[in-house]
Each structure stands twice: as structure tokens, then as C-alpha cells.
């Protein structure tokens, strides 16, 4: 922990003096080029008529801690690892919620491939008919205002100062912030993206994003009050997207992305709890009767409690020859006093909502109760084949501990027109299935936008091979949604 914070430290006053310095951050921190799709019309004369519009359906839903950092002892491989994080989200995706997406490159080759995906999608016909219209309305706008389709965060401003303005991009912005500190964001109706603080000399934001294959109609954002250690050299906080699922204005879910305190500072977690709460009691208060579905996802960094029998059932082979007292197996399976209070303030949520009835559940809780689901190990742990890490570990982890459960999809179904109900709920990977390979010499050039991400076999001599794209995993939700006509 102590190497792993001096490490972070030191970057970012390498940044700090990068940005004020030099005309160009070099291999540290250059960001991409803004890459827009090309400007043509998006009707496909090969498609006579986009298929009407369901009242019902699926949502494919991701949530992923990315640790793209721009430092390599902090984040090992973290350019060669966008491209596969890229490949990642490909698949097929309806909304996604990332953590850790703080290198300037990486942020602006994913915002770039989601755009062009979208664009594909209404193409190619992928679109049901409002989603289309909807599309093309807005991809008109911007071409006859001479926008852009997205922007980097380069361009972000204070969610205050956007909510003056009738909207930024087509999405309106709801100023809801529960503290007075800056909060600055940029959005599309297919992503948002924050919220940075602002208070260094350049910007190192809270390095979060929702993406959406559905229209995001309007967004918010805030940056926590408190933050201790080198959490205080981020702008962690909470983004916001209201993302329409229907043809009717009406027709949309809530969905929130968060990134909470890391490591021992529990009391400033629980301030970050409260205000995380508040401000979703303030974006859906004025619902009523008629509330719809929310989502909210992600680092939560609170490690649940943990069965008996969770090293067989997780595929953990043993922990590492000398663990510390607090890894000790036995002494794992007490029950977690913080894990308790953050479970009870969850659970008392109702209390926020007007009508007392909005209740988030823990979805891992809820369909795998038995499971650990643990989304984090140290790279100290033996893992085998039947864990997500195979037989290699956490590779990319440059921390030691205990496995835990510190990633959530929390979810409330609705009441009203719209609802969801869960079908499904996975880790990222399932199973160790595809190996990739982040050898930096084997890439043409470590910042082109263009690197393929590189796979390979076990026997293979790439010298740094992983079953995963981060070193937290992932996890991956099926939701059934119905609108009422």
C-alpha cells in the first residue's frame, strides 16, 4: 500500500510539471486527437423501414473499475489494455458504467469508438424507429451548428454553469449537487463523462463514464466533499444519466456511476455514502407515484461479508506463503462491521423517497447469495482455473490483499410506467477464457489510436499475459424492461 501510494504521488507531480512545462506530455500523458465519424447522411438506403419500436425488452448492462492510470507502475499496460477494454464494451452493451478511466488517451479512444459504434448502429439499421429519429434529430443539430459529436474533457464545465444553459449537446443538465464544489462534465446523449475538480493545474479528473446505446436525455454530476490519502489528488464523486428506453419522453430509467474512497478511511466512505444518497433522493424526489427504475453501479471499495466455504467455491487455490494476520482465511468469514453499516444505509434508502417505497437491492445478493462474487484479489493470491484470474492471478495487480467483493449493481425495479426485473448477473470474465498479451515492445507505437488489442495462447513467450482487462473484474447484468402503453 505504502510503494503503491509514493508511486502515485510521484505522478502526479510528474503531471503536474508535464502539464505546466512542457508543451507536450509525451509518453506519460498525450491524449489522442479528437477523432469525429464521418459526416454523412445516416439514412442506409438499403434498409426500407427501422423496425418499430417494443414496449418490452433486454438490457444489457457493464460495470467495469478500468484502472487505466497514466503511470505504468500504477497501472501496468494501461495503453495496450484500451484497446482491449475497447473490444471489451463492443459487445454488445446497452449501458455501461467505467471507473478509473483517468489517461487522457484512453478517455478519448473509447468516447471515440462508442460514437462510432452508435453511428453503425442507426446505419446499419441496428435501431428500432424512435431511436433512430431521435439520432438523426440530434446528429442534425450538430451539424448545422457545426459542433462536434463528443468532446473531450478538455472542453468540461461546472454542471452549475451548464444548467444555466438550455442544454449542453441536447442533454439537459440538472444542477443537484449536495456541496459547493466544482464539478465539471461533458456529455453527449450517448455518454457522459466526469466529474473533474478542477483544482490542479490540469485536469485530473474523477475518471468516470456511462455510456448508452439508449439516448441520454438528461445528466448531473458532483464531486464528493471529502476525500483522504491520495484520493485527494482525483475529483471522485458520482455521474448521473436519465436514459430514455422508449418512444415517449417519459420512458426512461435512472442510472448512476460511482467511484467511493479507497483504502482505510471508512468514516470518509460513510460521508461519501450520504452524499451519494442524497443526491440520488434529489434527482428522483419529484416522481411521486410514478418512479422509475434505478440503477447504480460501481467501486464502492466496502468488502462484503463471506461464507464459510469461499475459497472452493471461488476457485482460490491458498493465499500467498505469508499473509497478513487480516488475510488469515478462517478470520475473513467475521462479519464486517462497515459491510454491515453500508448494507443498513442502503436498506434504509426508503426513508429519502417521498413515498417510502423505493427499495435498492444488492443484485449480486440478490440472484447469487451463495457466491462470494469477489471483483478484486491481490497479486499475491493463487488462483486456478475455475477462478476469473486462472491459473495466472491478478496480473495486473500491483497491490497485495484479500480477495473482495468490493464492485455493485444496486437496482430498484420501479413503480409506474416503466420497470425492470433482473434475469441475470455475472463476473467479467465468467471464466478465464481469453488470454491477452500487454507486452509494451510487441505494439507498433504505445499511443496510436489504432493498436488491435493482442491475444495469445499459454505456451505463447509473450512476457505479460492476463485473463483480464483490469485488476478489478467486471460485472455483467440482464435486466427485462416493459413500458406500459
Same mark, same amino acid.
Given at each position: 500500500?505504502?510503494?503503491?501510494?509514493?508511486?502515485?504521488?510521484?505522478?502526479?507531480?510528474?503531471?503536474?510539471?508535464?502539464?505546466?512545462?512542457?508543451?507536450? +506530455?509525451?509518453?506519460?500523458?498525450?491524449? !489522442?486527437? =479528437?477523432? %469525429?465519424?464521418?459526416?454523412?447522411? $445516416?439514412? /442506409?438506403?438499403?434498409?426500407?423501414?427501422?423496425?418499430?419500436?417494443?414496449?418490452?425488452?433486454?438490457?444489457?448492462?457493464?460495470?467495469?473499475?478500468?484502472?487505466?492510470?497514466?503511470?505504468?507502475?500504477?497501472?501496468?499496460?494501461?495503453?495496450?489494455?484500451?484497446?482491449?477494454?475497447?473490444?471489451?464494451?463492443?459487445?454488445?452493451?446497452?449501458?455501461?458504467?467505467?471507473?478509473?478511466?483517468?489517461?487522457?488517451?484512453?478517455?478519448?479512444?473509447?468516447?471515440?469508438?462508442?460514437?462510432?459504434?452508435?453511428?453503425?448502429?442507426?446505419?446499419?439499421?441496428?435501431?428500432?424507429?424512435?431511436?433512430?429519429?431521435?439520432?438523426?434529430?440530434?446528429?442534425?443539430?450538430?451539424?448545422?451548428?457545426?459542433?462536434?459529436?463528443?468532446?473531450?474533457?478538455?472542453? +468540461?464545465?461546472?454542471?452549475?454553469?451548464? !444548467?444555466? =444553459?438550455? %442544454?449542453?449537446?441536447?442533454?439537459? $443538465?440538472? /444542477?443537484?449537487?449536495?456541496?459547493?464544489?466544482?464539478?465539471?462534465?461533458?456529455?453527449?446523449?450517448?455518454?457522459?463523462?466526469?466529474?473533474?475538480?478542477?483544482?490542479?493545474?490540469?485536469?485530473?479528473?474523477?475518471?468516470?463514464?456511462?455510456?448508452?446505446?439508449?439516448?441520454?436525455?438528461?445528466?448531473?454530476?458532483?464531486?464528493?466533499?471529502?476525500?483522504?490519502?491520495?484520493?485527494?489528488?482525483?475529483?471522485?464523486?458520482?455521474?448521473?444519466?436519465?436514459?430514455?428506453?422508449?418512444?415517449?419522453?417519459?420512458?426512461?430509467?435512472?442510472?448512476?456511476?460511482?467511484?467511493?474512497?479507497?483504502?482505510?478511511?471508512?468514516?470518509?466512505?460513510?460521508?461519501?455514502?450520504?452524499?451519494?444518497?442524497?443526491?440520488?433522493?434529489?434527482?428522483?424526489?419529484?416522481?411521486?407515484?410514478?418512479?422509475?427504475?434505478?440503477?447504480?453501479?460501481?467501486?464502492?471499495?466496502?468488502?462484503?461479508?463471506?461464507?464459510?466455504?469461499?475459497?472452493?467455491?471461488?476457485?482460490?487455490?491458498?493465499?500467498?506463503?505469508?499473509?497478513?494476520?487480516?488475510?488469515?482465511?478462517?478470520?475473513?468469514?467475521?462479519?464486517?462491521?462497515?459491510?454491515?453499516?453500508?448494507?443498513?444505509?442502503?436498506?434504509?434508502?426508503?426513508?429519502?423517497?417521498?413515498?417510502?417505497?423505493?427499495?435498492?437491492?444488492?443484485?449480486?445478493?440478490?440472484?447469487?447469495?451463495?457466491?462470494?462474487?469477489?471483483?478484486?484479489?491481490?497479486?499475491?493470491?493463487?488462483?486456478?482455473?475455475?477462478?476469473?484470474?486462472?491459473?495466472?492471478?491478478?496480473?495486473?495487480?500491483?497491490?497485495?490483499?484479500?480477495?473482495?467483493?468490493?464492485?455493485?449493481?444496486?437496482?430498484?425495479?420501479?413503480?409506474?410506467?416503466?420497470?425492470?426485473?433482473?434475469?441475470?448477473?455475472?463476473?467479467?470474465?465468467?471464466?478465464?477464457?481469453?488470454?491477452?498479451?500487454?507486452?509494451?515492445?510487441?505494439?507498433?507505437?504505445?499511443?496510436?489510436?489504432?493498436?488491435?488489442?493482442?491475444?495469445?495462447?499459454?505456451?505463447?513467450?509473450?512476457?505479460?499475459?492476463?485473463?483480464?482487462?483490469?485488476?478489478?473484474?467486471?460485472?455483467?447484468?440482464?435486466?427485462?424492461?416493459?413500458?406500459?402503453?
Amino acid at each position: 500500500m505504502a510503494v503503491l501510494a509514493v508511486a502515485v504521488v510521484i505522478f502526479f507531480l510528474v503531471a503536474v510539471y508535464s502539464a505546466c512545462c512542457t508543451a507536450d +506530455a509525451g509518453l506519460l500523458y498525450e491524449r !489522442a486527437p =479528437e477523432v %469525429s465519424v464521418s459526416r454523412y447522411l $445516416i439514412k /442506409n438506403p438499403d434498409i426500407d423501414e427501422y423496425p418499430e419500436s417494443d414496449n418490452e425488452g433486454i438490457l444489457k448492462i457493464l460495470d467495469q473499475n478500468t484502472m487505466l492510470i497514466p503511470f505504468w507502475p500504477v497501472a501496468p499496460a494501461y495503453v495496450q489494455r484500451t484497446s482491449c477494454i475497447i473490444e471489451l464494451i463492443s459487445d454488445g452493451y446497452d449501458i455501461i458504467g467505467l471507473q478509473e478511466v483517468f489517461a487522457g488517451s484512453s478517455q478519448d479512444q473509447i468516447i471515440s469508438a462508442w460514437h462510432d459504434m452508435i453511428y453503425s448502429d442507426m446505419k446499419d439499421g441496428l435501431a428500432v424507429g424512435w431511436q433512430y429519429d431521435y439520432f438523426n434529430n440530434w446528429y442534425n443539430s450538430i451539424e448545422e451548428s457545426g459542433e462536434k459529436m463528443w468532446k473531450s474533457l478538455n472542453s +468540461a464545465l461546472d454542471v452549475e454553469t451548464l !444548467a444555466r =444553459e438550455e %442544454s449542453f449537446l441536447g442533454v439537459g $443538465i440538472i /444542477n443537484s449537487k449536495p456541496n459547493g464544489k466544482d464539478a465539471r462534465i461533458v456529455c453527449s446523449p450517448y455518454y457522459i463523462m466526469g466529474p473533474d475538480s478542477g483544482w490542479l493545474p490540469f485536469k485530473q479528473d474523477g475518471g468516470l463514464m456511462i455510456l448508452s446505446r439508449y439516448p441520454i436525455t438528461a445528466c448531473s454530476a458532483f464531486t464528493f466533499k471529502t476525500s483522504s490519502g491520495t484520493d485527494r489528488l482525483a475529483g471522485k464523486g458520482v455521474l448521473y444519466a436519465r436514459i430514455q428506453i422508449g418512444p415517449l419522453e417519459g420512458d426512461y430509467i435512472h442510472v448512476f456511476n460511482t467511484h467511493l474512497q479507497s483504502h482505510d478511511y471508512p468514516e470518509t466512505r460513510r460521508e461519501n455514502i450520504e452524499e451519494l444518497l442524497n443526491f440520488i433522493g434529489m434527482i428522483i424526489g419529484s416522481e411521486g407515484g410514478n418512479c422509475r427504475p434505478v440503477i447504480i453501479m460501481g467501486d464502492f471499495n466496502v468488502a462484503s461479508d463471506v461464507s464459510e466455504n469461499w475459497m472452493e467455491i471461488s476457485g482460490i487455490i491458498s493465499p500467498p506463503d505469508n499473509y497478513n494476520t487480516e488475510d488469515d482465511p478462517e478470520l475473513m468469514t467475521l462479519p464486517s462491521v462497515e459491510y454491515k453499516e453500508f448494507s443498513d444505509k442502503i436498506k434504509d434508502f426508503k426513508e429519502i423517497d417521498p413515498g417510502g417505497k423505493l427499495y435498492l437491492k444488492d443484485l449480486w445478493l440478490k440472484l447469487k447469495p451463495d457466491d462470494p462474487g469477489f471483483t478484486w484479489i491481490g497479486g499475491d493470491w493463487i488462483t486456478g482455473d475455475k477462478n476469473s484470474y486462472g491459473s495466472l492471478g491478478n496480473r495486473i495487480a500491483v497491490e497485495k490483499g484479500r480477495p473482495q467483493r468490493i464492485d455493485y449493481i444496486f437496482y430498484f425495479g420501479g413503480f409506474g410506467d416503466v420497470n425492470i426485473e433482473p434475469e441475470i448477473i455475472d463476473l467479467v470474465p465468467e471464466e478465464p477464457e481469453i488470454l491477452y498479451c500487454y507486452d509494451r515492445e510487441l505494439y507498433r507505437n504505445p499511443l496510436s489510436s489504432d493498436n488491435d488489442c493482442m491475444t495469445t495462447g499459454k505456451e505463447s513467450d509473450c512476457s505479460f499475459k492476463s485473463y483480464t482487462v483490469s485488476d478489478h473484474l467486471g460485472l455483467e447484468a440482464y435486466f427485462d424492461f416493459k413500458i406500459k402503453e
